[in-house]
């Protein structure tokens, strides 16, 4: 069974600094994704990011990037130049390729940008 | 692109009545879709995994008699809860599968408030 890890349950950073999530997850599957989703108080989850395991390039989407250590079984997420929009749970999530299967999400942790 | 929609967005309703909620893909066919309660606070928990045409898929401890799953077309997922209780009070999310990229697309939620 595929397990993610987030140990960090709350997160500040100030505006227009930079900030790093973490999340480390567990899976016997050679072949997966990983995501990160972002939860803003209006609870919509937005998708944030997005990489296939395969894949040895980090994936970047504007001023979020992520550190993808495999080995490691490590993901993590870094904010550049925090808004206060940014402001959101984050939650980390894995899922195999078999299709048809559900996303096992961490536990998320919860940042403030700060004025 | 990618938009997933639910309706209603709210709901209150008597304890013993029957409540529907729809969940529906905008601009692109997802043959799975998944539904998830939330707690303030909390992370997702997946309740089941729907499937066009297909009987749906409930996590265990789920009761498929009272959470009522249809999937009939490629772009509509529907959850009625049956005869519910204030304990069904909670924030319900779908999500649907983008099949080429394996990724799920969340709906804003349901608030279900249950007097």
């Known amino acids: 069974a595929q397990t993610v890890t987030q140990s960090q349950p709350e997160m500040s950073v100030q505006e227009a600094e930079?900030?790093?999530?973490?999340?480390?997850?567990?899976?016997?599957e050679s072949n997966y994704y990983l995501f990160w989703y972002k939860q803003p108080?209006?609870?919509?989850?937005?998708?944030?990011?997005?990489?296939?395991?395969?894949k040895q390039q980090n994936a970047t989407e504007n001023r979020f990037s992520v550190n993808f250590q495999?080995?490691?079984?490590?993901?993590?997420l870094k904010?550049?130049?925090?808004?206060?929009?940014?402001?959101?749970?984050y939650f980390c999530a894995s899922l195999t390729y078999s299709g048809?299967?559900?996303?096992?999400?961490?536990?998320?942790?919860?940042l403030s940008v700060i004025a | 692109g990618a938009v997933v929609s639910q309706h209603p967005s709210r709901v209150i309703c008597k304890s013993g009545t029957s409540v529907k909620i729809e969940c529906r893909s905008l601009d692109f066919q997802a043959t799975t879709m998944f539904?998830?309660?939330?707690?303030?606070?909390?992370?997702?928990m997946l309740m089941a995994t729907s499937n066009e045409g297909s009987k749906a898929t409930y996590e265990q401890g789920v009761e498929k008699d009272?959470?009522?799953?249809?999937?009939?077309?490629?772009?509509?997922?529907?959850?009625t809860v049956t005869s519910a209780h204030p304990e069904d009070?909670?924030?319900?999310?779908?999500?649907?599968?983008?099949?080429?990229?394996?990724?799920?697309?969340?709906?804003?939620?349901?608030?279900?408030?249950?007097l």
């Open chain 1, 70 to 76: 495999k080995a490691a079984k490590s993901f993590s």
């Open chain 1, 79 to 89: 904010i550049s130049d925090s808004q206060l929009g940014d402001t959101a749970m």
């Open chain 2, 89 to 114: 009070s909670s924030f319900y999310i779908c999500s649907a599968e983008q099949g080429f990229t394996d990724t799920q697309y969340f709906g804003p939620g349901t608030r279900l408030t249950v």
């Open chain 1, 100 to 110: 048809n299967t559900p996303l096992v999400f961490g536990k998320g942790t919860r």
């Open chain 2, 66 to 79: 009272k959470f009522l799953i249809n999937h009939a077309s490629l772009t509509l997922s529907t959850l």
């Open chain 1, 18 to 28: 930079t900030v790093t999530l973490s999340c480390t997850y567990d899976t016997s």
């Open chain 1, 41 to 54: 108080p209006s609870r919509q989850m937005i998708l944030v990011i997005r990489q296939e395991a395969y």
């Open chain 2, 35 to 44: 539904w998830y309660r939330q707690f303030p606070k909390k992370s997702l």
